[in-house]
């Protein structure tokens, strides 16, 4: 396969004049609206991102409004989203944005210095904003162009992120570039899911090295997460954030540890502070005083 080659360009694009999806960030030309919905996308998906976004928006219309805006104020309005982090990140960009009168670094190196901005979010923005020629690689993408260049033996399989980076650069379009990023998300994420690839209505079917070879799956092929009586520490820590939106005063940690956790007891100290304090280090909360267990309170930062 080869840059422009019809045989992938021209059932991708047909297939997304038809099917692709109606989004409000799509067509999209405030750097703002299009920077917001591409950190929103990371780890959600667009369903979920679909409610809060005009939400979020309302609360905070321009870059500088959410720049004045205090952290604690962002992280309520985030709330639902999930990765509590990516608003204080946001946060944070929209400080240097606006300081620096929302010059958008052209580059990608330039990009991957601002805070909260990976390699996707990086080229996101360069293909978006300012309509450059340049992949993006989300999971929906990987694991189409995975599928459809190299044989998967299950559902589950995919290639190494170097590899599909290197798969999309290669099948780049001359033109249209962003369109061609939107239909290849779009055909991931409606057709060649995760555990039901649709290969009969697929556009890709005709030249795909899986189609309708690949195993499925069991629930069980998915990495378990650490944490404590089945419920992985990620959860534990939305429920830290969630607490704590409700109480501007804090919580003292045995408290804390209570609401999160029903069974909670004092043996449970020591997890409990290292959830926070990795909360902490994404700056989404400030353990408060005595910093010796169990005499520490905790508050939104
Ligand atoms: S033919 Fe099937 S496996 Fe291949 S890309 Fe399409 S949906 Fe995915």
Not at 43 to 59: D, K
């Amino acid at each position: 396969m080869r840059r422009n080659d019809r045989r992938i360009i021209s059932p991708v694009r047909r297939w997304y004049r038809r099917y692709g999806r109606s989004l409000p960030w799509r067509g999209e030309s405030d750097p703002y609206r299009i920077i917001l919905s591409e950190i929103m996308l990371q780890q959600t998906q667009v369903s979920r991102v679909l409610g809060h976004y005009p939400r979020f928006l309302r609360r905070f219309p321009s870059m500088p409004s959410l720049a004045r805006a205090r952290q604690r104020d962002v992280v309520l309005a985030w709330r639902g989203m999930g990765y509590n982090n990516r608003a204080v990140r946001l946060h944070a960009l929209a400080s240097v944005l606006v300081g620096r009168e929302m010059r958008i670094p052209s580059d990608a190196a330039s990009l991957l210095e601002l805070p909260g901005i990976g390699r996707y979010t990086a080229h996101a923005i360069l293909s978006s904003v300012h309509g450059l020629p340049v992949p993006v690689v989300d999971v929906n993408i990987r694991r189409l162009l995975s599928r459809v260049f190299w044989r998967m033996p299950s559902t589950a399989d995919m290639r190494s992120e170097p590899e599909i980076w290197r798969t999309a650069a290669s099948i780049l379009p001359r033109r249209g570039v962003y369109d061609w990023n939107q239909a290849l998300m779009d055909i991931g994420a409606t057709i060649c899911t995760a555990r039901l690839p649709c290969c009969s209505r697929c556009p890709l079917g005709g030249i795909c090295a899986s189609r309708k070879r690949m195993t499925q799956a069991g629930r069980g092929t998915r990495k378990s997460e650490p944490g404590v009586h089945g419920v992985p520490n990620r959860i534990y820590r939305g429920r830290i954030v969630e607490a704590l939106r409700r109480k501007e005063a804090g919580f003292r940690a045995e408290a804390l540890g209570r609401v999160i956790h029903p069974d909670f007891t004092p043996h449970d100290i020591p997890w409990l502070k290292s959830l926070l304090e990795a909360l902490e280090r994404d700056g989404l909360v400030r353990i408060t005083r005595g910093r010796t267990l169990p005499d520490f309170r905790v508050v939104l930062a």
